[in-house]
Every structure is written in C-alpha cells, then in structure tokens.
C-alpha cells in the first residue's frame, strides 16, 4: 500500500512509513524550501533530511530479508523439535512393555506429558539421554537401542538447528534496533514539522492540508488517522496485530508522544480457543520506542498481545488483548 496523507505515521507499516516520508514529506519539505513560513529551524537541509532517510533505507532492507529468514529458521526448528517430540513419545509408549514400573518412566524423565516448549522438551530429551546412557547395556532395553539412536540423532538436529534460529534471532533483533532507531529519528523530526505547519494553519479541516502530506483531518483528501489518548497513562488507542513482513505479527496501534516507547505481553494458546490465557507478569518486549513493530511468533497456535506504555520504567493502563493466529 502506498500512503499519501497520514496524520498517524507511527501506525505506518515499515514499508509504509518508508515510502510515505521519503514520496511525500521528503518531497513536500523540498518543494517548499523556500517558503518564507519553512521551518528551517527544524529541517535546516532538506539533503541532511534526505541522509536520514537513506539511514531508514540502509536499516529497514537487510532486516527485511532477516524477519523472513528467522522465520523460516523458526519454522524449521519447530519441525525438527515435532520430530524430537514424536520420537520422545515413542519411547515413553515403549519403555512401559519392557518395564511397567513407573519409576523406571521416571527415571527417563518421561513420566510427566511430553511438553510443547521446545527449551524444556530438549531438557526432557537430555535427561532421557543421560539415563539411556547408564541403562542401555542391560539386556532388558535391547527392544529400544534403535529407538534411543534416532533420539540422540534427532536431538542433535534439533538443537543444530536452535541455534541457527537464536543466531538469525539475534541478529534480526539488532538489525530492528537500527531500523527502530533511524525510524525514531526521522519520527522525532517528521512530528517537529506537523506541529509547526499545525501551529502556522490551526484548523485541521482548512484546505491548505490537501497539498500536504498529512491531510485533512475530516473531509475531502488526506486521513484524520487515530485520536491520541490524553496522557501517557492511558492505554495505547486503536492497537491491532496483523500478520507483517516475513510472516512476523505486525503490532500497530497509537503511542502517546510523552511516552517513552510500549512494553509488549504475550501469551500463547490453541486455534481456535477463544479464552483468553493469563497475561504474564513480564513484558517479552520491555520497551519498544515506536509502533509499528513487527516481531516473529510461533505458527499454528492463537498468539495474544498485550501492549501498554512505558515512562520512566512505569507501565500505563494496558491495552488489549488482541490476537492472531499465521497458519504454516
């Protein structure tokens, strides 16, 4: 989608706000460089504007190709921990045929549910494994020596590929912290301008507006964009998640401008289950500057968010839940 008025960038997509202030502000603040009523005071080169831009530009395209790859890197890690699974469960079938005590299911740190967190299922598989270690040369166990080979194989597929998904995870994340960083800049500097064109035409629904690249805020062309709620306590306003880049879930929604950034809560529960889990005491985003913000989630379960401002380390009232579920 190509944006041509806005008076909401920060719930701009990334592609979105790339094209919009580079195509529209960039371009009006240019052709009006010479008005007497130019905030030179803000924007003393239009060129010096222009290399922020192309710092969002530099920032925004590898982590582009990243937000994909971490997700078809996290989409095959949780392939490798299904199979992990499958095998796990496989053995725990087993081992009651050969010995019906449920302390020797114990023992192999089977005797609870299979868990679906793949960081605790490679816990139960390592336990597994350290017992398979002390016990396989019993004569008893021969049924299952195949079974416990494939487990230390598909175990260390697994964690192979762990440790590709946290490393493209990683640098994903740093690459976002440039992108949130070079977009904060030009935001900064973007709400600098509105404020003083607003201040020189205080009637929002006054035609000059049209010729903008914010718009009217009601009628004729441009977008009135979402109402700003009225102190940095209150709840982030009009807050959605879509699915975004590379399959990432896109959290959108209006962030105060007194507010430090928003913190993020998330919990995870089955398709289709409309209750509603209990929020986590820690954000898994303490503090995000700006939304939108696309961040990578698990496939094929129902992913609820929470988002609520932060200032000075302090939380504001909490919005949502809202939810999304991306099917791979």
Not at 9 to 35: N, Q
Not at 87 to 99: R, W
Not at 259 to 285: C, K, N, Q, S, Y
Request: aromatic share 10%; net charge negative; charged share 25%.
């Amino acid at each position: 989608m190509s944006v041509e008025y806005t008076r909401d960038p920060g719930s701009l997509s990334y592609d979105d706000y790339k094209y919009w202030i580079r195509k529209e502000v960039l371009k009006f603040l240019t052709d009006h460089a010479g008005d007497s009523d130019y905030p030179s005071h803000i924007v003393p080169s239009v060129a010096a504007f222009e290399t922020m831009i192309d710092a969002y530009d530099a920032a925004f395209n590898p982590y582009h190709e990243l937000i994909d790859l971490a997700n078809k890197t996290n989409k095959s890690y949780t392939g490798a921990a299904d199979d992990l699974a499958k095998k796990l469960q496989q053995i725990k079938y087993a081992i009651p045929t050969i010995d019906p005590d449920p302390v020797v299911l114990a023992q192999f740190d089977l005797g609870q549910e299979i868990p679906n967190d793949r960081d605790l299922l490679l816990t139960v598989a390592v336990n597994a494994l350290a017992h398979w270690a002390t016990v396989s040369a019993d004569p008893k166990f021969g049924p299952i020596v195949g079974d416990f080979d494939a487990l230390q194989v598909l175990y260390d597929d697994c964690v192979a590929k762990q440790d590709i998904y946290v490393d493209t995870e990683d640098q994903r994340q740093a690459t976002q912290n440039s992108v949130l960083a070079t977009r904060e800049a030009l935001h900064v500097t973007e709400r600098k301008v509105f404020n003083w064109y607003r201040s020189r035409h205080p009637n929002g629904q006054d035609e000059w507006w049209t010729a903008t690249p914010w718009g009217r805020t009601s009628g004729g062309s441009g977008s009135g964009g979402g109402e700003e709620p009225g102190s940095w306590e209150d709840a982030v306003t009009e807050l959605v998640v879509v699915e975004g880049v590379g399959s990432a879930a896109s959290i959108r929604g209006n962030v105060h401008p007194d507010a430090d950034g928003v913190a993020i809560f998330l919990a995870e529960g089955p398709m289709g289950d409309d209750t509603v889990p209990v929020r986590p005491v820690d954000p898994i985003e303490p503090l995000v500057p700006s939304l939108p913000y696309d961040m990578p989630v698990a496939f094929n379960v129902r992913v609820w968010i929470w988002v609520c401002h932060v200032k000075d380390g302090a939380y504001g009232e909490m919005a949502g839940p809202v939810w999304i579920e991306i099917v791979k």
